[in-house]
């Protein structure tokens, strides 16, 4: 059975263990950069500031969750917490758990179990976070959104019974420098913008003219979800990742694809296509110069945004990339450092620095450029649709022939710089699913919900 298709249906996997909140900053131990830009995406997303009623989660009648389980200790816990406690929320199964990382013995603060659905992702909000008040949204395998605050257990539900989408959820992630709105990807290969302050209502989506089109749908209200719509791709989506300037995500999925979208504009930039196979996660560099892919080509690959074209390839896995990650305190203007994990229960670090790249041989006979392979038509071609609310225009917006977006093909493994892993090495016994960085830890996290935190020796300071 495909991977995507067990997480659907609950066998024992993590998939965003590396989701936490710390008190004194954000996921990678810095305060937040997205209150800048905050002003930028309300403007161009709109929403308004009514407060939704909230439930008490211990109270409810709700047959769509089971059970909660809270620490008997918890509210002299929150009482006594510092600026340095880091929360930990994880999914695995049927349950969503809610843990302290300070605590000894590690007891869950709560623990969630729910009846109808296998929670598949969640993301914390860290700029509206306070010492009172968590937003946590959950995205479930019945397409089910769920708003959570663990602090006063107060939560309500989006999408419910799949008004929206009936499709499972892939990955859920709060929309930079917004208090409100966020955005979920389907295993249906579609993407939308929500806030969690609007009503939802059913909502159709005009069939694309081919499966080759990056399809936008804005609906003319204003006062309903979801604010827009992407048809991405026809396979499901895995994964995708916001660039660091705020302006473009990363979207990846099982066709093979990484595609770069323009936030404000809503826009397909660029497409390129893994090796071989389906690919798993993405990130960015903390420059935004690079990003990072895995997946099951068993490769880690390396994109320069800028140049648009394919750097190296990180050859040291021997199964599926699953959490590929930079390490922001080892990285400098000329040297990177990221981490990957995958399937064969193995943590790699690399170094990485253009200057240093070994440069294949080289190839002997003719190189085709790409305006000539898509004149041979070699390359695929993607083109843009947009529509709001019945009325529909081509936009053919991208840097190929005739303005018509193109597919890059995957580059010969001769024509590609490859890079061997400086460190290798077998943490878990099962499977592992995800990888974070902070200033004194690594987290990594496997299938079986266990999360495992790597300390690390403090940097040396280099001599001027």
Same mark, same amino acid.
């Given at each position: ?12 996997t ?45 109270k ?16 002299k ?13 994880w999914?695995?199964?049927r ?10 013995p ?5 623990h ?35 708003w959570?605050d ?7 539900r ?33 993407i939308?913008?929500?806030?969690? &302050? ?8 005009p069939v694309?003219?081919?499966?080759n ?7 003319k209200?204003?006062k ?6 992407w048809?991405?791709?026809s ?28 936030l ?8 390129f296509?893994s ?67 995958? &399937?064969?229960?193995?943590?790699l670090?690399?170094?990485f620095?253009?200057?240093a ?25 993607y ?37 061997q892993?400086?460190?290798?090495k ?7 699913s ?11 996290s ?19």
């Amino acid at each position: 059975m495909p991977q995507q298709h067990q997480q659907q249906q609950g066998s024992k996997t993590l998939s965003r263990a590396n989701s936490y909140y710390s008190q004194g900053g954000d996921e990678n131990g810095s305060s937040s950069a997205t209150g800048s830009t905050s002003a930028g995406f309300s403007s161009f997303f709109g929403g308004g500031k009514r407060k939704k009623s909230k439930n008490n989660i211990t109270k409810t009648n709700s047959t769509f969750v089971a059970k909660i389980t809270t620490h008997e200790n918890l509210a002299k816990i929150l009482a006594n917490r510092t600026g340095e406690d880091v929360y930990l929320f994880w999914n695995t199964g049927r349950t969503f758990t809610w843990s302290d990382l300070g605590q000894k013995p590690n007891e869950p603060l709560s623990h969630i179990s729910f009846s109808k659905a296998f929670p598949t992702s969640h993301d914390v909000n860290i700029l509206t976070r306070s010492c009172d008040h968590l937003d946590v949204i959950i995205g479930f395998s019945t397409g089910d959104i769920m708003w959570f605050d663990p602090l006063c257990n107060k939560y309500f539900r989006l999408n419910k019974q799949a008004i929206i989408k009936d499709s499972a959820v892939a990955m859920i992630k709060w929309m930079p420098g917004s208090e409100s709105q966020f955005m979920v990807a389907f295993h249906d290969g579609s993407i939308l913008v929500m806030d969690k &302050e609007r009503d939802d209502t059913a909502f159709s989506v005009p069939v694309p003219p081919s499966d080759n089109v990056f399809h936008v749908t804005r609906p003319k209200h204003n006062k309903h979800n979801p604010v827009s719509h992407w048809q991405v791709s026809s396979k499901p989506i895995t994964a995708f990742a916001f660039s660091p300037d705020l302006q473009h995500v990363a979207v990846v999925s099982m066709d093979g694809n990484l595609r770069i979208i323009d936030l404000r504009t809503e826009r397909l930039l660029d497409t390129f296509s893994s090796y071989f196979g389906a690919l798993k996660c993405v990130s960015w560099s903390p420059d935004g110069k690079y990003i990072l892919t895995g997946g099951q080509d068993d490769l880690v690959t390396i994109w320069s945004f800028r140049d648009q074209k394919i750097v190296a390839r990180c050859q040291g896995h021997q199964s599926y990339v699953t959490g590929v990650a930079f390490d922001p305190w080892r990285c400098d203007e000329r040297n990177y450092r990221f981490g990957s994990v995958g &399937e064969d229960a193995k943590l790699l670090l690399w170094d990485f620095s253009v200057g240093a790249l070994h440069k294949p041989k080289a190839v002997s006979g003719h190189v085709f450029s790409s305006s000539l392979l898509c004149a041979l038509g070699i390359l695929r071609s993607y083109d843009h649709y947009y529509h709001d609310h019945g009325f529909s225009s081509l936009i053919r917006s991208g840097n190929g022939t005739n303005g018509v977006q193109i597919v890059r093909p995957p580059e010969p493994r001769s024509h590609v710089a490859m890079l061997q892993p400086m460190m290798s090495k077998n943490i878990h016994v099962e499977p592992l699913s995800g990888i974070t960085f902070r200033e004194d830890a690594i987290m990594t996290s496997d299938r079986r919900g266990h999360v495992r935190v790597w300390k690390r020796p403090p940097l040396i300071p280099q001599n001027p």
